[in-house]
């Protein structure tokens, strides 16, 4: 539905909106619930990492992370 869609109403398509999306978003959940959503997107990077260095043919580029980002090969 791109009645939704609020990239059009910005000069640089939506990064302003995206500033207000992120600050909704901290608005409504607070600090706690933030760091908890952080926190379980680490938690479930740090899964995929382990489930990538058990499973044959899956190489880790790097071997370890310091973001939700897992490159592997």
């Given at each position: 539905?791109?009645?939704?869609?609020?990239?059009?109403k910005?000069v640089?398509?939506?990064?302003?909106?995206?500033?207000?999306?992120?600050?909704?978003?901290?608005?409504v959940?607070?600090?706690?619930g933030?760091?908890?959503?952080?926190?379980?997107?680490?938690?479930?990077?740090?899964?995929f990492?382990?489930?990538?260095?058990?499973?044959?043919g899956?190489?880790?580029?790097?071997?370890?992370?310091?973001?939700?980002?897992?490159?592997?090969?």
């Open positions: 539905d791109t009645g939704y869609d609020t990239g059009d910005s640089q398509c939506g990064r302003k909106v995206d500033a207000f999306k992120l600050w909704l978003m901290w608005a959940r607070g600090h706690q933030f760091a908890s959503l952080v926190d379980n997107c680490m938690q479930v990077s740090r899964y990492m382990s489930r990538i260095k058990e499973t044959e899956f190489m880790l580029v790097l071997p370890e992370f310091q973001c939700t980002n897992i490159c592997f090969w």
